[in-house]
């Protein structure tokens, strides 16, 4: 069931997302000692990522609970600006009392794509060795998702059908020949038994694209959003008005 969350702005956006993150991540501390958190990429968090990097939200996360993963990042090296997990630290993770052996980045050095979504899975297979895509159990507390203008998530897009639709590992790795690199993606099983899943979503730019993810005929080849459809877990939509324009909600 589709849980909605429009604010006025970009700006009000991000506090909405981050009031909310804060919400609950403390709930879901009250009864386990973990909190994993997948990160997701683009432009988009990192308004948030600073916002929750100052106060007043800096004190009321507990910081050192949480596991932190990303859904996606570009196959390019750490210091490069195009690097999902570079931009995390420098807004985020560089800010706030983290364990760094809490942070599980996709290796995009000394290594190949395909090698690093291996290497990735293992450490997916060790926070989630109960796992099994057909049953029940709960992988991630929240993973937090972007989506792009064409309606792509994660590392998945319109086309890559073969990615779109893998089930049988929990990472991969694609070349993305529009961008002239390789990516390294979650794939959706692994998403879809999260507790939570956050869509972020602002800007006119993304209206059309939301209307027919949400509203459109079901077809994730062209959607690839689509595919993100938790099994038992929650999925918000945190969108501005601008983004929002195009859906009944
Ligand atoms: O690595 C990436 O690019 C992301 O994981 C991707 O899925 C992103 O979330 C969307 O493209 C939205 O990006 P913006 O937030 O920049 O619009």
Not at 128 to 144: C, I, R
Request: hydrophobic residues 40%; glycine residues 6%; contains cysteine.
């Amino acid at each position: 069931m589709n849980q909605f969350h429009i604010s006025e702005d970009a700006a009000a956006f991000s506090k909405t997302v981050a009031d909310w993150m804060v919400a609950y991540i403390s709930k879901r501390l009250e009864t386990q000692d973990r909190f994993t958190l997948v990160l997701s990429g683009g432009s988009t968090p990192k308004k948030l990522h600073e916002l929750l990097a100052g106060e007043p939200y800096k004190s009321k996360i507990d910081w050192r609970r949480i596991h932190f993963f990303w859904g996606d990042d570009r196959f390019v090296p750490f210091n490069d600006d195009r690097n999902n997990a570079k931009m995390a630290f420098e807004t985020l993770l560089d800010h706030v009392p983290v364990v760094k052996g809490q942070i599980h980045v996709m290796q995009t050095e000394n290594i190949t794509a395909p090698d690093s979504a291996k290497a990735y899975e293992a450490v997916l297979k060790a926070y989630f060795p109960s796992f099994d895509k057909s049953g029940s159990a709960t992988t991630f507390d929240l993973v937090l998702l972007g989506m792009g203008d064409d309606g792509h998530t994660l590392s998945l897009f319109p086309g890559q059908t073969s990615v779109i639709h893998e089930t049988e590992v929990l990472c991969t790795s694609l070349w993305l020949e529009q961008q002239e690199m390789h990516r390294v993606t979650l794939t959706h099983p692994i998403v879809n038994h999260s507790a939570a899943v956050a869509f972020l979503v602002i800007g006119a730019n993304k209206v059309q694209a939301l209307h027919e993810v949400l509203e459109g005929t079901y077809n994730p080849d062209k959607y690839p959003s689509q595919i993100i459809k938790p099994v038992q877990g929650e999925l918000h939509w945190f969108l501005d008005q601008a983004a929002a324009a195009g859906i009944k909600h």
